[in-house]
């Protein structure tokens, strides 16, 4: 594979999660300053799961049999990011639920359609396919960096006059707005957003072009194709635990940026983002090593090391949240929780399905991880944290990590037990 074309995927990832990043870390904390209620903040949170599962059975079909993969992402980010944009400007729930709705939409479906762009232009998916993903890390780093100097007391900067530019500098990563100021300023963090989906719209029009592909045997629904895989118990056993790791990774979404901006650790407002995109900076030396990681270890202990990695962050949480330093450290797991997982069954989907239903298997197992696993965790989470592990304005956040914590360790359990795929992958393995 020539340089120029991989440097185009790898920009395709960045731009692509950067968008993602820009505004989910902070709209857990967002949406209640908004005065919506706990349900009102799950119907908006659940418009991405609901995606999910509604892109399986429409936008991926399109990208594998009825449309040119990169003209349908253009597509969709040219409208998804307009409604985007308008997320920062409307504060009244069903204006915000219906643009966040469409945003989603569009959106999601394109996360499989990066993947199946990614890997219908590699010679060798097992070797590239992490380096050119590792692109999507990064972009989601950039996206949490440039807030440091958006979500600022500025009023607080210059009431230190600093006179030099080190000293503005300074004064700026040291005033992060608090309280309801951060919370009215978090509508930045969509505009952002926004723009950088019109951005990926106009670089779609330049990727490698992906035409799509015919189906094969008697089914002519690509969904369809890939949801008859299941009959496959080792198939249908990562699916299970995809549903389980997406639950407890969205856990860590809900909870992570209210945690860290507790009295209990005490993150400066400006500063929660990028202390959160630690896991991407380690996400990007795992995503290095992924490979020979699997040809050393194999599917099941490699997966199986990815969701030990959500427990030890949890148990982290739950027994030490008063060391602020302890916390920040234990982020680096997320490289771990993404790249030995996440990263890990997309690419055994590429190893063990037909090549003309790759990109709706690959939506099959984001209904899990992007779907019914966020789903069910975007509708308990608020209440949970905000009802259930809270009284009297305190939270017991021991006992509310702690069920995630636990959760992990019997996913493992059931992948140790029950997972068995073949030794040696090889293209088309399944079989249709």
Partial sequence: MNTTPRLKLFLMMVLEFFIWGAWLPLIFGYLPSLGFTTTQQSLILNAFPVASIIGM??????ADRKFAA?????????????A??????????????LLMLVHCLLYVPTISITNSIAFANMKDPQKEFGLVRM?????????????????????????SNPQVISGWIGAALANGLSGPALQSATKWTFIVAGIASLLLAAFSLTLPHTPPKKGSGDNKLAWLESVRFLKHPFILVLWVVTFIDSFVHNCYFNWTGTFLGSPAVGVAGNWIMPVMSIGQVAEILTMFVLGATLKALGWRATLIVGILGHAARFAVYALFPQHKELIILVQILHGICYAFFFATVYIFVDAYFPKDARSSAQGLFN????????????????????????QNGVTNFRGLFLVPCLISVGAVLLLALLFHPPKTPTPDAVGH
């Fill in 84 to 97: 985007m944009i308008g997320l920062g400007f409307v504060r009244d729930f069903s204006p915000f639920f």
């Fill in 70 to 82: 990169e003209k349908f992402l253009a597509f969709s980010h040219l409208v998804g990011g307009i």
């Fill in 135 to 159: 692109g999507g890390t990064i972009g989601w780093i950039l996206a949490a960096w440039p807030f440091t100097f958006i979500l600022v007391d500025w009023a607080k900067v210059n009431a």
């Fill in 57 to 62: 059975f429409f936008s991926n079909e399109f």
């Fill in 367 to 390: 209904v899990m991880i992007l779907g019914v696993g966020a789903l069910v965790a975007n509708s308990i989470c608020p209440w949970l944290i905000q009802e259930v592990f809270t």
